[in-house]
Structures are given as structure tokens and as C-alpha cells.
């Protein structure tokens, strides 16, 4: 029975996947093994010719695309678009940003769907590409490259990735960033606690016994611990655990959450002891919240998990290029002269550098006109040039993941001399250490699973709430989440 419409915030979308299902009509296909490749597509279901036919005098070709970008990366982009512009005459893309978080930009886009006020194309984080197949919205990138001549396993050489973003043997992204979590510290911190600073911990008792040394130096809370499900799923990840059935959603579709394990109660054990030993500053995930980086530069913490992302902003806003307002935020650090920033892999329960492919996608509307399709292509094709990916790595921040980004020379350089490029290289050694057949897990309902995680963390570190207690809870919301999203989404 599928379900109306009701008021829906940014996180919490099952209400919404059902008015998607009833306008775009439900999928044919059932959800099988998720494969490298070998799906259904052709180059036919990608009109590249659109635009060669088209007629130039007619105007420019207008391809409004949704983001939600800030700082380096926000930046990267803009100026991608912009060098596009003027490298041809038929087609204008007018970046759009719309909000500060993903999330808000797919609300934005599946309340569009009924009325199909979509833009040409937009970018999504990479754990909604379930909700963004099921819209049946989206042209499907491998198509794109088929019709011109790009080998997906060429493009993308690494299988992890591919597997990654690939839904019933289909590849859908028609560009894709990758970024990985991973720890960054405070070097002078370490060293005025007697650490090597170039050590940064590999273990949870690692991070412990570093925690301990700097509270000794008055460092008030070592570890600035942000609430976010994307840390324990990359935990969970190292030691195991699926967080749902069938596979991690990749044999089949996820009917059930399966991350209230003992192996999730030690991570949250161990966290818990670390707030009641004053060794911790719990910072709740809410969207524009950035008080983790505020607390490594006001020397508050020397230790945070975030994502690799972060590294060109760290070095622009150290250099004083880049201001808190950029961010969104208000506020001004302290003496940023002390803050000498390192990077290491994240750290484990017991090996660091566990984690799964992580980032963001840029998907092409099947809304639009064909000629509007084959545009936003046009542009997508561009930005996977290895010119612009390297851009998009410098600037951007993210993972090289196009063949021939990491060979560049620009990049190799970067990695040795720049302190942004010496950190994104530890995130890019994390991303090539992914297992290709476990590269993270394909949930339908990952807003409202993720929401269960965060109210979980939420109730344990800021609430007081009993560690069983909040994971039997958030593992049956999550279940009953994924189960009216199955719903709604059956055939």
C-alpha cells in the first residue's frame, strides 16, 4: 500500500519515497547481486547525440545542477563550471548550491519529484544512491560512457569503488568523489605531551593512552568525538560486522539492521569510558556543525575524526585564506600559529585505516529534455578530464579515483610538499586498503537508519541513555524504517 505524502524534515524521508514510487512508478526489477558491472544498460539510454545535432544559434542550453559544497571544495567546483562555460558555445551549468548538508538537498529533490521540478543534474551522497535508483530519475552513468566510448574498469580502476556504485550490475554515477575518515592531530600538542609527533595513534587503546598524556598538559578534552554514524560504520566495518542483512544490502535488498552486536557495544563502551574519564568532547552531528575543527584550533582538543575532505580547508583556514564565515560558521580560533596538523588513518578497535567508500555522486536527471541530458553529460565528461581531477583533488580535497590522477605529477608533488597533500595521501592509501567485496552497504532508508545511529549516539553520550538500551532501540527503528521503505518500493 503506498503511503501520502506527509511534512518530512531533511533526515527523515520514508514519507517521501512513497510519493516517489507513486510518480515516477514502481521498479520492474528486483534487487539481485551487486556486481562490478554487467547490467542492462546501453549507450542508447544515454542521447549523446542530442547534443551534437544541436543548433547553437538557438541559445545556450541551461544546466542548472544542485549541490551543497562549502570552502575548497565549493570553490573547485565553480570554478570547474566556469572554465567549462568558456571552453564551448552550446551549453551554460549554473551551479546551484542548495543548502549546507546533503541531506538537504535530497529533501529538496524528492519533494521535486511529483511536480518533476528537478535541475539537470545533482550531487548526492554516496550512501542515497538505493533511494536515488528507486526514484527512477536518474540516467545511468555507465550508459553515458558506453555512448562515448569510456570503459567503466579504465575509468575507474579501482574495484572497490566500482562495487561500490554499482546497483543490480548497473554503474549509475555519472562523475564520482571519494573522500575516507580519517584522524587529524595536533603535532605541537603531541610533542608538548611527550608523544612523537609523527605517531599519531593506530588503536582505541592507542587513542586512550595519547589521551591520557595530553589531559596531563592541560589539553581539557584530547579528543573532540563527533557524533557521527559514519565512524561506527567504518568500526564495524573493520571488525566484521554488516550492519544489515543479505550481504550489506549487496546480495539482496536489506530487510533488517544487524548492528547491535557485541562488537558494537565494545566501541561504545570504550567511548563511554573515554567521556567519563573527561578524555572526550561529544559534539552531536547537526547540520553547518563544525565545533570538532573548532576545538583542534582552539586547542580545546589535539585529536578528531573526520572526513579527508577537510584537508584543503585545514591548510586555507590555518593559512588565513580561508575565514569561519566561509564556512558558515561564526567565531576566531586562537593563536593559530600552535596548530601544526598531522594526519593518520582512522584508528580501529584494533587495526587502523578500516573503513568504506565514502563521498558523493553527480547524477544526470531523466527529467529533463534529451538535449538538456546529453548536456549536463557533456559537462560531467569534462569534469572527468584528468586535468579537472586533479583540480578536483588539489582544491577539492577528494580521492583521486580516475585513472592517471595519482601518476600526475602535480599530485606526486603535492603529496610530498604540501601539508593538505601529505594528509589527503594518508586518505588515499586508507581508500586503496578497502576490501572490493565489502566496500559499505547498500541501504534504501539510509536517512532514517542513519537517524536511528545518531539518536543511539545521541541517547548514550549526551542523554545518559543505557548502551543496551539505545542499541536495541535504534536497531528496531531502523528495521521498521528499511521495512516501510521495502514497502513502498516492493516491485
Known amino acids: 500500500m503506498r503511503r501520502p505524502l506527509k511534512a518530512v524534515s531533511s533526515v527523515a524521508l520514508v514519507a517521501v519515497l512513497a510519493v516517489t514510487a507513486a510518480a515516477c512508478g514502481s521498479s520492474s526489477k528486483k534487487a539481485g547481486t551487486n556486481t562490478d558491472t554487467g547490467g542492462s544498460v546501453t549507450a542508447a539510454d544515454c542521447p549523446v547525440q542530442a547534443?551534437?545535432?544541436?543548433?547553437?544559434?538557438?541559445?545556450?542550453?541551461?544546466?542548472?545542477?544542485?549541490?551543497?559544497?562549502?570552502?575548497?571544495?565549493?570553490?573547485?567546483?565553480?570554478?570547474?563550471?566556469?572554465?567549462?562555460?568558456?571552453?564551448?558555445?552550446?551549453?551554460?551549468?549554473?551551479?546551484?548550491?542548495?543548502?549546507?548538508?546533503?541531506?538537504?538537498?535530497?529533501?529538496?529533490?524528492?519533494?521535486?519529484?511529483?511536480?518533476?521540478?528537478?535541475?539537470?543534474?545533482?550531487?548526492?551522497?554516496?550512501?542515497?544512491?538505493?533511494?536515488?535508483?528507486?526514484?527512477k530519475t536518474v540516467v545511468p552513468g555507465e550508459a553515458c560512457m558506453e555512448a562515448s566510448g569510456l570503459s567503466l574498469a579504465t575509468l575507474y580502476p579501482s574495484q572497490a569503488v566500482r562495487n561500490y556504485y554499482t546497483v543490480q550490475g548497473v554503474f549509475y554515477p555519472a562523475v564520482l568523489n571519494v573522500s575516507e575518515p580519517i584522524l587529524y592531530y595536533n603535532k605541537t600538542l603531541f610533542k608538548k605531551a611527550g608523544l612523537d609527533p609523527n605517531k599519531p595513534p593506530q588503536t582505541f587503546a592507542e587513542i586512550r593512552a595519547d589521551a591520557l598524556a595530553l589531559k596531563k598538559v592541560g589539553v581539557s578534552k584530547p579528543f573532540a568525538f563527533k557524533l557521527d554514524p559514519w565512524f561506527i560504520e567504518s568500526w564495524l566495518g573493520g571488525e566484521g560486522v554488516d550492519v544489515v542483512n543479505n550481504g550489506n544490502g549487496r546480495t539482496a535488498r536489506a530487510t533488517a539492521a544487524t548492528f547491535a552486536t557485541p562488537q558494537l557495544k565494545q566501541i561504545l563502551t570504550f567511548w563511554k569510558q573515554m567521556q567519563a574519564d573527561g578524555l572526550i568532547d561529544v559534539i552531536?552531528?547537526?547540520?553547518?556543525?563544525?565545533?570538532?575543527?573548532?576545538?583542534?584550533?582552539?586547542?580545546?582538543?589535539?585529536?578528531?575524526?573526520?572526513?579527508?575532505?577537510?584537508?584543503?580547508?585545514?591548510?586555507?583556514?590555518?593559512?588565513?585564506?580561508?575565514?569561519?564565515?566561509?564556512?558558515?560558521?561564526?567565531?576566531?580560533?586562537?593563536?593559530?600559529?600552535?596548530?601544526?596538523?598531522?594526519?593518520?588513518?582512522?584508528?580501529?578497535?584494533t587495526t587502523p585505516g578500516q573503513a568504506r567508500?565514502?563521498?558523493?555522486?553527480?547524477?544526470?536527471?531523466n527529467t529533463t529534455a534529451p538535449v538538456v541530458q546529453a548536456a549536463t553529460w557533456d559537462f560531467m565528461k569534462y569534469m572527468l578530464q584528468i586535468?579537472?581531477?586533479?583540480?578536483?583533488?588539489?582544491?577539492?580535497?577528494?580521492?583521486?579515483?580516475?585513472?592517471?590522477?595519482?601518476?600526475?605529477?602535480?599530485?606526486?608533488?603535492?603529496?610530498?610538499?604540501?601539508?593538505?597533500?601529505?594528509?589527503?595521501?594518508?586518505?588515499?592509501?586508507?581508500?586503496?586498503?578497502?576490501?572490493?567485496?565489502?566496500?559499505?552497504?547498500?541501504?534504501?532508508?539510509?536517512?532514517?537508519?542513519?537517524?536511528?545511529?545518531?539518536?543511539?549516539?545521541?541517547?548514550?553520550?549526551i542523554n545518559g541513555q543505557s548502551i543496551d538500551s539505545a542499541m536495541s532501540t535504534a536497531q528496531?527503528?531502523?528495521?521498521?524504517?528499511?521495512?516501510?521503505?521495502?514497502q513502498d518500493n516492493a516491485n
Not at 106 to 123: E, T, V
Not at 477 to 485: E, G, L, R, S
Open 357 to 365: 567508500v565514502s563521498g558523493g555522486a553527480f547524477y544526470i536527471m
Open 476 to 486: 528496531s527503528t531502523a528495521t521498521k524504517a528499511i521495512d516501510t521503505y521495502n
Open 284 to 349: 552531536p552531528k547537526t547540520s553547518g556543525n563544525i565545533n570538532q575543527y573548532l576545538d583542534l584550533s582552539s586547542q580545546k582538543s589535539a585529536m578528531l575524526v573526520e572526513t579527508s575532505t577537510a584537508a584543503t580547508n585545514i591548510k586555507a583556514f590555518l593559512g588565513g585564506t580561508l575565514k569561519p564565515s566561509d564556512l558558515g560558521v561564526g567565531g576566531v580560533p586562537k593563536d593559530l600559529k600552535q596548530i601544526v596538523p598531522g594526519a593518520g588513518p582512522i584508528p580501529g578497535v
Open 51 to 135: 547534443l551534437t545535432s544541436y543548433d547553437a544559434s538557438k541559445g545556450r542550453i541551461k544546466v542548472p545542477l544542485w549541490y551543497s559544497l562549502t570552502g575548497e571544495s565549493k570553490n573547485a567546483l565553480t570554478e570547474m563550471a566556469a572554465s567549462y562555460n568558456k571552453s564551448q558555445s552550446k551549453v551554460t551549468v549554473q551551479p546551484q548550491l542548495v543548502g549546507k548538508s546533503y541531506d538537504e538537498v535530497l529533501a529538496k529533490y524528492l519533494q521535486g519529484i511529483p511536480s518533476k521540478q528537478l535541475p539537470a543534474g545533482a550531487y548526492i551522497e554516496d550512501n542515497k544512491m538505493q533511494t536515488m535508483v528507486d526514484s
Open 387 to 461: 586535468q579537472q581531477q586533479v583540480k578536483w583533488h588539489l582544491q577539492g580535497s577528494y580521492l583521486p579515483a580516475v585513472k592517471g590522477v595519482s601518476a600526475d605529477p602535480q599530485v606526486q608533488n603535492f603529496w610530498k610538499t604540501d601539508l593538505a597533500g601529505g594528509m589527503l595521501k594518508v586518505g588515499y592509501d586508507e581508500l586503496n586498503s578497502i576490501n572490493p567485496r565489502h566496500p559499505g552497504a547498500l541501504i534504501g532508508a539510509y536517512s532514517d537508519y542513519e537517524t536511528a545511529l545518531r539518536k543511539m549516539l545521541e541517547g548514550i553520550y
